[in-house]
C-alpha cells in the first residue's frame, strides 16, 4: 500500500497550489480519503474529507470556500486545490485513506506547503 503526495512548495500569501495523492497497492475506488495537515507545534488537523464515489464532501471551517478536494477513482488519485493561500496555512499536508468496515487506514508520507512573502 502506497499514497504518495505531491505538489507542496513555497507560495506568496494569495496564490495557489494544487495537491496530489497517487494511491496504490488498494481497492481506491472503496476508500473516503482525507486531508490533514500539520503545523509546527500543532496537532494535526482535519481539512478536508471526500466520500469514495466523490458525491460528498467536508471541510474544516478556516479553509471552506478556499480549498477543494476531489478525487479520480480512474487515476487513483486525489486532489487538494489550495487558493487564497494564507500564512496560516502553512503545515505539512497528509492524505489518508480510510474503508470503515475492513477497519483499514492508510497515510502518506506528507508535503511541505510554506504560505510567506
Known amino acids: 500500500v502506497q499514497l504518495v503526495e505531491s505538489g507542496g512548495g513555497l507560495v506568496q500569501p494569495g496564490g495557489s497550489l494544487r495537491l496530489s495523492c497517487a494511491a496504490s497497492?488498494?481497492?481506491?475506488?472503496?476508500?473516503?480519503m482525507r486531508w490533514y495537515r500539520q503545523a509546527p507545534g500543532k496537532e494535526r488537523e482535519l481539512v478536508a474529507v471526500?466520500?469514495?464515489?466523490?458525491?460528498?464532501?467536508n471541510y474544516t471551517d478556516s479553509v471552506k470556500g478556499r480549498f477543494t478536494i476531489s478525487r479520480d477513482n480512474a487515476k487513483n488519485t486525489v486532489y487538494l486545490q489550495m487558493n487564497s493561500l494564507k500564512p496560516e496555512d502553512t503545515a505539512v499536508y497528509y492524505c489518508?485513506?480510510?474503508?470503515?468496515?475492513?477497519?483499514?487506514?492508510?497515510w502518506g508520507q506528507g508535503t511541505q506547503v510554506t504560505v510567506s512573502s
Open positions: 497497492g488498494f481497492t481506491f475506488s472503496s476508500y473516503g
Open positions: 489518508h485513506a480510510r474503508r470503515v468496515v475492513v477497519a483499514a487506514s492508510y
Open positions: 471526500i466520500s469514495s464515489a466523490g458525491d460528498s464532501t
